[in-house]
């Protein structure tokens, strides 16, 4: 294009180069971290619940009172969905990389203060958690569009799709970790500090010393976030906000022939003509011109986060619902743990692992578009199959474990990958930030409404076979059906979102052409769907 900047057409025509492979690493822990800690959680509620809500009469061990189990399991999406927003928009306003070292800062600070919650009461101990898990939350939410944006802003146009995809597989292996190091902790202190099954002895299946388990696996996230933290703070801005705008040619001339160790040129009258006309967020004009890509983006990412998050953070319940985990009345507390962590351990390694990467390896042959409509749909196919014939599985649960897991194979080589990459893509600069963080804040609003309504939903139909304290829901094989029809409707919404490949930022916004010129450019060469 004759407009396009030389910083930018040298960045959209770079060799991948080992600053590539950094820029993954650096916001790649990010992602490691975040779902190291927003996953993590999952593995130690029946631990909480049998410490602190310990009752000798009762039949079967303490678990998390219904309003406390609400609160630790969604209080981190709602602090997320802040930071997502707020993140987002500051992105926008100061740059990405004033920004990028204070999201991670607060996630190492937060990680460490969960593990340290305390309280003279139950319900104490348990509002401090929540209250640090917040603020985990909300600096977990600001990785998500600054780590995406910086990278598609970073990366050459053929393989952006996949770098960003790598960025966002990290997220599989923060899983993975979780639930390895749920294992190893919950090993030792099995092995050091023995306790019998709670049907034995009620009063002593918990060791006094598993209350450091779970502080343990909470504290352990702070650690790959604070080894990346001094590469964070080295990178330098983005080019592209610095052109595009910071309006300051000069300088991302200068940080790019660093990055590139190329000589560039500042192309300052270049800066001076393209992208003049600075149309806002709510203004008429970028409802024209981004408005159905907004909404694409913002409706496939929540519909898909209400079935990924009910379906990771619920592992364990379905799992003892067809009869995978031994009955916890059957175990200690520390086996207990155990065994939710062998369980998601494998459905991470299996399913949810393999997923990630076979995006990376496909997106710039198939295309977002394709992928995405991919994923919903086997995603539908899987959830019907493990419903419809429910009562099946209870007695063959090596099968259910292989369609479990097949169904996050397909979540994350498909949509809970490219709802991440493309509001990274087809955006202006200087609204990058900002709509990806609207993005995923509807994505977090899913997992609010998947996390917290099959809390309630899950629940058997059976009266007596009910958690304490929880009343009567639609049981798991109907869950799962409207899970179904949420991924459904997931495949609808997709045909909003355009295709990206192969196409540099510039070329898909428009910002590299002259204002006048932009209508008959982008109606041209939109991918139809």
């Not at 049998?50 to 189990?69: E, M, N, Q, V």
């Not at 890509?293 to 913002?298: E, R, S, V």
């Not at 995923?440 to 958690?467: E, M, P, R, W």
Request: proline letters at 3%.
């Amino acid at each position: 294009m004759a407009n396009q900047l030389g910083v930018l057409n040298a960045l959209d025509a770079a060799k991948t180069q080992w600053y590539h492979f950094t820029a993954i690493v650096i916001a790649g822990m990010g992602f490691f971290t975040d779902a190291y800690d927003l996953f993590s959680i999952s593995l130690i509620t029946k631990l909480l619940g049998r410490i602190y809500y310990f009752d000798a009469l009762s039949k079967k061990p303490g678990t998390l009172p219904l309003r406390i189990a609400a609160a630790v399991n969604g209080v981190a999406f709602c602090g997320t969905l802040a930071g997502q927003l707020f993140f987002g928009w500051l992105g926008d306003k100061l740059g990405r990389k004033r920004v990028y070292g204070l999201t991670l800062m607060l996630m190492v600070i937060c990680s460490i203060t969960s593990g340290l919650s305390f309280g003279k009461s139950p319900d104490g101990v348990m509002a401090t958690l929540c209250f640090f898990r917040f603020w985990l939350g909300f600096g977990i939410g600001g990785d998500y569009p600054l780590s995406a944006t910086i990278m598609s802003e970073y990366a050459n146009k053929k393989t952006r799709g996949a770098f960003i995809a790598a960025v966002f597989a990290m997220q599989g292996f923060g899983i993975l970790t979780g639930g390895i190091v749920a294992l190893i902790v919950s090993a030792a202190f099995d092995h050091a500090y023995k306790a019998l099954p709670y049907n034995v002895d009620r009063e002593h299946s918990t060791a006094p010393q598993a209350d450091y388990i779970w502080r343990i696996i909470l504290m352990f996230g702070a650690i790959p976030a604070l080894l990346t933290y001094y590469w964070r703070m080295k990178m330098p801005e983005t080019a592209r906000y610095t052109a595009l705008v910071a309006r300051n040619a000069k300088q991302a001339a200068a940080d790019m022939s660093k990055v590139l160790q190329v000589e560039l040129n500042a192309e300052q009258e270049k800066v001076d003509k393209i992208g003049r006309e600075q149309f806002g967020l709510f203004s008429k004009e970028f409802a024209k011109r981004h408005g159905l890509h907004l909404l694409g983006t913002t409706s496939t990412w929540f519909l898909l986060d209400i079935a990924f998050y009910s379906s990771n953070l619920f592992q364990k319940d379905i799992f003892s619902a067809i009869g995978w985990l031994p009955k916890a009345e059957t175990m200690s507390a520390t086996k207990e743990v155990y065994q939710i962590a062998k369980a998601q351990t494998l459905i991470a390694l299996c399913g949810t692992v393999p997923g990630y990467w076979f995006t990376v390896a496909f997106i710039e042959h198939l295309g977002r578009f394709a992928i995405q409509l991919m994923g919903f749909f086997f995603m539908s196919v899987f959830m019907f199959a493990l419903a419809i014939p429910y009562p099946y599985w209870k007695t063959h649960n090596t099968g259910f474990l292989i369609m479990y897991s097949l169904t996050f194979f397909f979540a994350n080589f498909g949509p809970n990958a490219t709802t991440f990459i493309v509001p990274a893509e087809i955006f202006p600069a200087r609204l990058r930030s900002t709509c990806h963080g609207i993005s995923a804040a509807a994505g977090k609003a899913g997992a609010i409404v998947g996390s917290l309504g099959f809390l309630y939903a899950a629940q058997s139909t059976n009266h007596d076979k009910v958690d304490k304290g929880y009343h009567t829901g639609i049981g798991v094989k109907n869950a799962l059906i409207v899970l179904g029809a949420v991924n459904c409707l997931g495949m609808l919404f997709t045909l909003l979102v355009p295709e990206t490949m192969g196409r540099s930022l510039e070329d898909i916004t428009g910002e590299n052409e002259e204002d006048n010129g932009y209508e008959q450019r982008f109606s041209v060469e939109k991918v139809p769907v």
